[in-house]
């Protein structure tokens, strides 16, 4: 695969990658050095797994969908499949959760993990994508499972350079019903007076969606997450740089994201799969997404004590989610109205915010005169959080949060001999929390189709908290010849507890804490009071191990690893009873990458990746029971593609995906969910026109019927995948 560097990285490096030759019939493997986002470092010298997608394979995923989530799916044999949504519910990487990155910073909220990340992302604006797997402590909580960065467009010297690309996506279920447009232009250039720019814009619609068996697809199948239907939405990224004295450099940039999704209908959840409800009306606020990210960039390679870079950034986030109502067992749980015969509150639908600043400070110092070879990566971070989740009457609906954490790091690199290299480092962190007092809404809840009840209002007691948490790694490479290396590491990362999501579900849990309907303010005094304390969630350590082989020869390259990942105080969301738990689980799997080049016109290659895990369902420290559909919703998946390049320019792409079902008992009960499995095709054809390209692309191309095990998994609710779509598009440089 053109986009395969299948490489390792310590837990505090991330990596880019010069592109693999093919030549004749070989691969050449070249010496490859990779820039970890704080250091520049040989790819022979890294000990955990990183895969690098190139440009080249971006811009052949985009020829058949635009989504980001799809491209990491198909070639990330960790990542889980797509639920071709704007939301990322249970997608997740290696079973855990995926840090999303641009250029470098972090685009979640860690106080409130929500779900609608990769989505946002404009793959016309991506130059690369970096994901480094398994638990890193590189850039601060959230990569339990990994972190993929998109690294953005660069200048090349030269004058104004602009790139079009346009597409037209539909359904054939519906042409007319499901057109989907999509446009992209890139202005870029590079002066001899140092400056450099790169502006890219893009927007793109949708209308209805369809299955493979013609039906058309509900807008809000996970409950509150949005679907891939009736929106519009455009992005900008904008960066202007400025090179000086030989070595500096200093960079500005924005990012804007912007999405609206209206509904026309209601989902209706109570049948054997979800679906559209045809006789009510949609009738809350749009599906919003108004953010932003600001950059600014400096570094010296010619600093006193090595290469120095700062970057400081913020991020102004704003997430409007669907609105729902009261439908048992699905959505059980809803913002109360006081009628009982109604129990949705009109305001049943929220918004968040996140106002997120820092400063990250990296130097990377040779120590030759201690260790010839050696060197050290060392800086600091500072981050400054503030988010807040409201109804759309305003009133809060967790406790508002407001946090700092500083951090310091150290990664030493040492070569031991000619063919063994040694990495290993720390990272302390410090976090000063900050939980307000907030009184949480009234709700209406029914654990059975009889059994209903009343949680009155709560009042919640925050107050002042503080988490500190060291993280470590260790590993090591070895040269077995100049074309294969072996690897092994330890790395450890950490998830920050989900405050709002504890404080959100405050009171939830006991029933001391309810009441019957027909006497809805029955609680004393003494249980209309909670601390934040009794319900605080614990920060969670990742542990993970790995151990592999990479390289290539002749015609061949790929890679194996195999991985286990433990954590004491594991997070698990029960969607039947709506609360969030924390225990001690167990991931194990397998991933394998292989590139044939069978002759100079035709490739074959193929990703396949195993994983599966259990936990302690009733905390007596014995791993019983599978972990649950969302955090492990298909096994086994994998693609398999062949790419044909006649003499001509005209190139013939065929993919194959599939995906395993899962037939697990989640607890003690053995309760099972099933989940099937699946196998599609798809097809995409592009050559030279008028001095671009011109390409078309069939997705499913056998129309075939298939439930999305990710999308499945949300709420143990079946929801069927896309059916057949074609693309027609061009792009140009001029």
């Given at each position: 695969m053109r986009y395969s560097q299948f490489l390792l990285i310590p837990a505090v490096g991330l990596m880019s990658s010069q592109a693999v030759a093919q030549q004749s019939a070989g691969v050449t493997l070249d010496e490859?050095?990779?820039?970890?986002?704080?250091?520049?470092?040989?790819?022979?010298?890294?000990?955990?797994?990183?895969?690098?997608?190139?440009?080249?394979?971006?811009?052949?995923?985009?020829?058949?969908?635009?989504?980001?989530?799809?491209?990491?799916?198909?070639?990330?044999?960790?990542?889980?499949?797509?639920?071709?949504?704007?939301?990322?519910?249970s997608e997740s990487y290696r079973g855990r959760d995926l840090l999303v990155l641009m250029d470098g910073v972090p685009l979640t909220t860690p106080l409130r993990d929500v779900s609608r990340v990769l989505s946002l992302i404009d793959l016309n604006s991506v130059e690369r994508i970096e994901l480094?797997?398994?638990?890193?402590?590189?850039?601060?909580?959230?990569?339990?499972?990994?972190?993929?960065?998109?690294?953005?467009?660069?200048?090349?010297?030269?004058?104004?350079?602009?790139?079009?690309?346009?597409?037209?996506?539909t359904f054939?279920?519906?042409?007319?019903?499901?057109?989907?447009?999509?446009?992209?232009?890139?202005?870029?250039g590079k002066g001899t007076n140092g400056i450099d720019y790169v502006f890219v814009g893009s927007g793109r619609g949708a209308q209805k969606t369809y299955d493979g068996a013609g039906r058309e697809l509900p807008s809000d199948a996970m409950l509150g997450q949005g679907g891939g239907d009736r929106l519009v939405s455009g992005n900008f990224l904008g960066k202007i740089g400025y090179d000086f004295d030989g070595g500096k450099r200093i960079e500005a940039s924005i990012s804007q994201f912007y999405l609206d999704q209206t509904?026309?209908?209601?989902?209706?959840?109570?049948?054997?799969?979800?679906?559209?409800?045809?006789?009510?009306?949609?009738?809350?606020?749009?599906?919003?997404?108004?953010?932003?990210?600001?950059?600014?960039?400096?570094?010296?390679?010619?600093?006193?004590?090595?290469?120095?870079?700062?970057?400081?950034?913020y991020n102004d986030i704003k997430k409007r989610f669907n609105y729902s109502e009261f439908s048992y067992p699905y959505n059980s749980l809803v913002y109360y109205s006081g009628n009982p015969l109604s129990p949705t509150s009109p305001a049943n639908q929220t918004t968040l915010y996140s106002e997120r600043g820092g400063v990250n400070l990296t130097i990377d110092t040779p120590l030759d005169r201690i260790w010839n070879g050696a060197k050290v990566t060392w800086g600091t971070d500072v981050v400054h959080d503030k988010t807040w989740q409201t109804l759309t009457d305003g009133r809060d609906v967790f406790t508002p949060l407001t946090q700092v954490t500083t951090a310091g790091f150290a990664l030493v690199q040492v070569p031991i001999t000619d063919?063994?290299?040694?990495?290993?480092?720390?990272?302390?962190?410090?976090?000063?929390?900050?939980?307000?007092?907030?009184?949480?809404?009234?709700?209406?809840?029914?654990?059975?189709?009889?059994?209903?009840?009343?949680?009155?209002?709560?009042?919640?007691?925050?107050?002042?908290?503080?988490?500190?948490?060291p993280t470590y790694n260790l590993g090591a490479t070895f040269k077995l010849n100049n074309k294969i290396d072996l690897f092994g590491g330890f790395s450890q990362g950490y998830a920050l507890p989900d405050v709002g999501a504890y404080t959100r579900r405050a009171g939830l849990s006991s029933t001391?804490?309810?009441?019957?309907?027909?006497?809805?303010?029955?609680?004393?005094?003494?249980?209309?009071?909670?601390?934040?304390?009794?319900?605080?969630?614990?920060?969670?350590?990742v542990n993970n191990y790995e151990i592999g082989i990479r390289g290539g020869d002749g015609p061949y390259k790929g890679s194996i690893t195999g991985f286990v990942s433990t954590s004491e105080k594991g997070v698990t969301f029960d969607p039947v009873t709506n609360l969030i738990s924390q225990q001690k689980e167990m991931i194990y799997g397998v991933e394998y990458i292989g590139e044939m080049a069978i002759n100079r016109n035709f490739t074959l290659g193929t990703t396949i990746g195993y994983k599966e895990g259990r936990y302690d369902t009733n905390k007596d420290g014995v791993l019983d029971s599978w972990l649950p559909n969302n955090r492990i919703g298909s096994p086994v998946r994998g693609l398999i593609f062949g790419d044909y390049r006649f003499d001509n320019g005209i190139k013939l792409r065929v993919e194959g995906e599939g995906y395993s079902g899962r037939n697990r008992g989640i607890n003690l009960t053995n309760t099972v969910?099933?989940?099937?499995?699946?196998?599609?095709?798809?097809?995409?054809?592009?050559?030279?026109?008028?001095?671009?390209?011109?390409?078309?692309?069939?997705?499913?191309?056998?129309?075939?019927?298939?439930?999305?095990?990710t999308a499945t998994s949300v709420r143990n609710l079946p929801v069927y995948s896309w059916g057949r779509t074609v693309t027609v598009g061009y792009r140009k440089t001029f």
């Open positions: 490859i050095t990779v820039t970890a986002a704080r250091a520049q470092r040989s790819i022979s010298d890294i000990p955990q797994t990183v895969q690098v997608v190139d440009q080249k394979e971006i811009d052949e995923q985009l020829k058949q969908s635009g989504s980001a989530s799809a491209l990491l799916a198909k070639l990330l044999p960790g990542f889980s499949v797509s639920n071709q949504t704007i939301s990322g519910a480094v797997a398994g638990a890193s402590s590189l850039y601060g909580a959230g990569a339990t499972g990994g972190t993929v960065n998109f690294v953005t467009k660069k200048a090349q010297p030269g004058g104004p350079r602009v790139s079009v690309n346009t597409a037209l996506r054939t279920a519906d042409p007319g019903g499901s057109l989907a447009p999509e446009m992209s232009a890139t202005v870029s509904p026309k209908y209601l989902t209706d959840y109570s049948g054997a799969y979800a679906k559209p409800d045809f006789t009510k009306p949609y009738t809350g606020q749009s599906v919003l997404e108004d953010s932003r990210s600001f950059q600014l960039r400096y570094s010296d390679t010619d600093f006193v004590l090595g290469n120095l870079s700062v970057v400081g950034f063919r063994l290299t040694a990495r290993g480092g720390v990272r302390y962190e410090h976090f000063d929390l900050s939980v307000d007092d907030f009184l949480r809404p009234a709700a209406y809840a029914a654990i059975s189709p009889v059994t209903r009840f009343v949680l009155p209002a709560l009042n919640v007691i925050g107050g002042q908290y503080e988490y500190a948490s001391a804490f309810a009441c019957p309907v027909a006497t809805p303010n029955c609680l004393p005094l003494a249980r209309q009071t909670i601390s934040f304390t009794s319900i605080a969630p614990e920060a969670q350590i969910y099933p989940i099937e499995g699946g196998f599609t095709m798809n097809a995409a054809l592009s050559g030279p026109v008028y001095g671009g390209e011109a390409y078309a692309a069939v997705n499913n191309l056998f129309d075939a019927e298939l439930q999305n095990p």
